[in-house]
């Protein structure tokens, strides 16, 4: 028998003896992963109570936590697709694949600790979504009070409408002073 053959078609008999490690070594990779995930939805909140407070520090430190999070996510997931590979799969083998791959070898705690994994995915989703429309509307907001303020039209003019060329003040826009001459 080939070796393709054998990768090919028998996924679960390659695993073999090694079968226990391989499956305790992925079930600790989706509890890592989901650690992760709910590292994340905590940070999301954070971040969207420090908007509502209007807290830039605030703001700034959960950005830096979630770029740190972020990284140790992506080695997560490389592990995890380490893994896949080891079991027989591909590198981009989903987790349901990997669990029709290894069918009766798959035990009820990896199927406990997927679908955990992907409540937490889910929930992660709707928390991004919740940031960006708050974010969003912070900006709005945030551009009305200042136009409001420097007295600029309500919305932003690059070109003048019909053809005509709005009014100048009299001071020159867009210049910069060198004043160390």
């Known amino acids: 028998m080939s070796p393709t053959t054998l990768y090919a078609h028998e996924p679960a008999s390659r695993v073999g003896l090694q079968s226990s490690a391989l499956l305790d070594a992925l079930h600790d990779a989706l509890i890592s992963e989901r650690r992760l995930l709910d590292d994340l939805i905590a940070q999301m909140r954070r971040q969207r109570t420090a908007v509502a407070a209007d807290d830039i520090q605030g703001v700034d430190d959960s950005t830096f936590a979630t770029h740190r999070i972020l990284a140790t996510l992506g080695q997560a997931r490389t592990r995890r697709r380490q893994l896949n ?38 929930m992660l989703t709707r928390e991004v979504g919740m940031n960006r429309k708050m974010l969003r509307e912070a900006l709005t907001t945030t551009d009305t009070h200042v136009r409001t303020l420097v007295g600029a039209p309500a919305s932003p003019s690059t070109y003048a409408s019909e053809g005509v060329v709005p009014p100048t003040t009299g001071a020159p826009r867009g210049v910069l002073v060198n004043r160390t001459v």
Do not use: I, P
């Not at 591909?90 to 791959?101: G, I, P, Q």
């Not at 600790?113 to 995915?121: G, N, P, V, Y």
């Open 85 to 122: 590979v080891l079991l027989g799969g591909t590198e981009e083998c989903t987790l349901r694949e990997v669990e029709e791959l290894l069918g009766d070898l798959v035990d009820d705690r990896f199927r406990d600790a997927r679908a955990r994994l992907q409540q937490s995915a889910d």
